[in-house]
């Protein structure tokens, strides 16, 4: 069982936005905005697409935004293109230098 | 070209040992942070470890703690896991990540990852 709470799976068409919640903990997510949201894609390595909770790295198009409320954060995904189709996993710092991970959501592009 | 090359994966019976090896190139490796993350067949990502920059620091997931060990040699860019009393369960690709610079998290950069097989 993941420290951290995603949805197995999200799909949404061409065009359309589509948001991926990451659920935690007070102790996690609720306390530090140190979350980041990964995207893989079968077979690579994981990409960095959000961190800090809300800021985009250099490269990442600003389809993608994130955001954080209480022990839940989140990443949209606006305008999906088939190339969005991936895995998309949370990670958040847990105190104590201790890192977690949700389980991963799959997201479908109809 | 920031470039991280993970080494030394491969087939070892439980209860062996294996160190695995992340080549860093391209960036002044010596002020980073550096983490080892891990993908179970079919599975999701789970934290494994991380280490101080000067190496002065590391911690671990419970799951690996008293048997991995993760260090650092500055002088040669490269960053390594030693994994003891191999069980079953830490068979995965393990990837090395970096830190990010003037904040927590990791994972602007990762190696390409090299797959661990426990198997009897």
């Known amino acids: 069982q993941s420290a951290l709470t995603q949805p197995p799976s999200a799909s949404g068409s061409p065009g359309q936005s589509v948001t991926i919640s990451c659920t935690g903990a007070?102790?996690?997510?609720?306390?530090?905005?140190?979350v980041s949201w990964y995207q893989q894609h079968p077979g690579k390595a994981p990409k960095l697409m959000i961190y800090?909770?809300?800021k985009r790295p250099s490269g990442v198009p600003d389809r993608f935004s994130g955001s954080k409320s209480g022990n839940t954060a989140s990443l949209t995904v606006s305008g999906l293109q088939a190339e969005d189709e991936a895995d998309y996993y949370c990670s958040a710092f847990g105190g104590g230098n201790n890192w977690l991970f949700g389980g991963g959501t799959k997201l479908t592009v109809l | 070209e920031v470039q991280l090359v993970e080494s030394g994966g491969g087939l070892v019976q439980p209860g062996g040992s294996l160190r695995l090896s992340c080549a860093g190139s391209?960036?002044?490796?010596?002020?980073?942070?550096m983490h080892w993350v891990r993908q179970a067949p079919g599975k999701g990502l789970v934290w494994v470890s991380l280490?101080?920059?000067?190496?002065?620091?590391?911690d671990y997931a419970d799951s690996v703690k008293g048997r991995f060990t993760i260090s650092r040699d500055n002088a040669k860019n490269t960053l390594y896991l030693q994994m003891n009393s191999l069980r079953a369960e830490d068979t995965a690709v393990y990837y090395c990540a970096r830190g990010l610079r003037a904040t927590s998290g990791f994972g602007d950069y990762w190696g390409q990852g090299t797959l661990v097989t426990v198997s009897s």
């Open positions: 800090d909770a809300t």
């Open positions: 391209g960036f002044t490796f010596s002020i980073y942070w």
């Open positions: 280490i101080h920059p000067d190496g002065s620091g590391t």
């Open positions: 007070s102790s996690d997510i609720g306390r530090y905005n140190y």
